[in-house]
């Protein structure tokens, strides 16, 4: 019986992975013809397809602070763009309500689609891609949620990265590699501090929101995703 009971939670502990676990970033297409192309991934421990509908914005600053909306192409399951032009890319990513049932299982439904949920969350997921260290590499841009570098990164070297929440620094967020991976907290100026290594690297971050009187659920989960290359 206690095998039982600890197969079950562990299952609804990797269900609610699975729901919210995931992240959305940008990725360089590697490949010598393809020169400031980019695709949006998403995904956990294993990048996944997912629907067109879900990407909900793609957005290019230029070197003078300008932003645009993104032109992308949807095929197999990804989006794919051109950045070459572009400082930055704001991704913005709606992963659903996902519901947990009496059972411990998640489904992708709402509250009013399950009435029986024992709790109902909508996990959304915001990208950052840092892809050219000028002027505006360290500045605030007006997002919702954003990570902003404090320096331009050297791997092995600590750096700070601030964390607004609606262009206020917040305390005491996770900053780190991953979910399932060891992170700092911010202080009370938001900053926390994340290690880089040379390459390629993501910074991780979670905001949790309650929300009232929302018919479709009672949370929502909030991971962003800040990636850069460092030397």
Known sequence: MRFLKTSVILTALF??????????WLEPINDANAAGQYVVKFGHEQTEAYPEQKLKAVKLLDSKGNITNATY???EGEAYLNAENAS??????DNGVWSKLPSGKYVEKT?????????????????K???????QAMKAHGMEYELVPQAQPKAGKPLQILVLHKGKPVKDIKVGLGEDAPFNLTNDKGIAEFTPQAGYNKVWAEFEENVKGNPDYDSR??????TFDAE
């Open 111 to 127: 509250k009013k689609q399950e009435p029986t949920a024992e709790l109902s969350v909508n996990p959304v997921k915001f990208g």
């Open 15 to 24: 269900a609610t992975s699975l729901a919210n676990a995931h992240n959305v």
């Open 88 to 93: 930055q890319v704001f991704i913005r990513f």
């Open 221 to 226: 989960s909030i991971e962003y995703m800040l």
């Open 73 to 75: 192409q949807f095929k």
């Open 129 to 135: 891609a840092v892809l050219q260290w000028d002027e």
